[in-house]
């Protein structure tokens, strides 16, 4: 499974977009990069994936590069209770790796007011 | 429907001593994956169980084990307890080994 890198930590204002980049460079085809966030040790919650394809949802926007190496996930209107630490994965759809989920030390996001 | 639940919440062993965590993941889902998490680690994968069977396995010591029965429900169990075991430990579910994540809120094991 492909190692990802993140920023330690970084700040936005909030009711600003928060840009957090992720890369994943030794991504294979058939991994997924997905988004999760954890909040005061609490169990991580999903965001959002995506394969190739940038991605929308209720949370977040997901833009993954044309070469698949890196990817930025995007909260458009970040608030104060979008503090947390984001981590980015790159999950197996199969394969030998298929269910192992490798998280690096995520990027530590703090919304200021 | 219900989430990913996990018991105990907290606990507290002395080294030596052997723990025994549980998971029940969300109905209807297969995969279960357990992770450790320190301060110093961060978030680590144990292993995960896919009807009924370790399909993968991440460099812990052969003291941490696991298993899941028929209900999908899961157990991860820590023998000879050292105090580099204290961490949280938190469990996840999906529907299949690739799909999204779900996880707990994890147990907190204190080794004294």
């Known amino acids: 499974d492909a190692k990802t890198t993140q920023p330690t930590s970084m700040d936005c204002a909030e009711g600003r977009a928060a840009n957090l980049p992720c890369n994943h460079s030794t991504i294979s085809g058939n991994e997924y990069v997905y988004w999760y966030r954890q909040i005061h040790s609490q169990g991580p919650q999903y965001i959002i994936h995506g394969l190739k394809n940038n991605e929308t949802n209720e949370m977040a926007s997901l833009i993954i590069t044309e070469d698949r190496k890196s990817s930025t996930l995007i909260l458009p209107h970040a608030t104060l209770r979008d503090t947390a630490v984001y981590y980015c994965i790159a999950r197996s759809r199969g394969g030998y790796n298929a269910g192992k989920s490798t998280f690096g030390d995520g990027t530590t996001l703090t919304v200021k007011p | 429907k219900a989430g990913v639940t996990q018991t105990p919440r907290y606990l507290i062993k002395t080294r030596g001593q052997q723990v025994t965590l549980s998971c029940s993941p969300i109905?209807?889902?297969?995969?279960v994956s357990w992770y450790q998490q320190t301060p110093g680690q961060g978030l680590q994968f144990l292993f995960e169980y896919f009807s009924e069977t370790q399909r993968n396995k991440g460099n812990f010591p052969g003291r941490f084990s696991g298993r899941q029965f028929s209900n999908s429900r899961s157990e991860m169990n820590v023998s000879t307890l050292e105090l580099g075991d204290s961490a949280l430990y938190l469990c996840a579910s999906s529907l299949a080994s690739y799909g999204e994540l779900f996880f707990g809120e994890g147990s907190r094991l204190t080794v004294l």
């Open positions: 109905s209807g889902h297969r995969s």
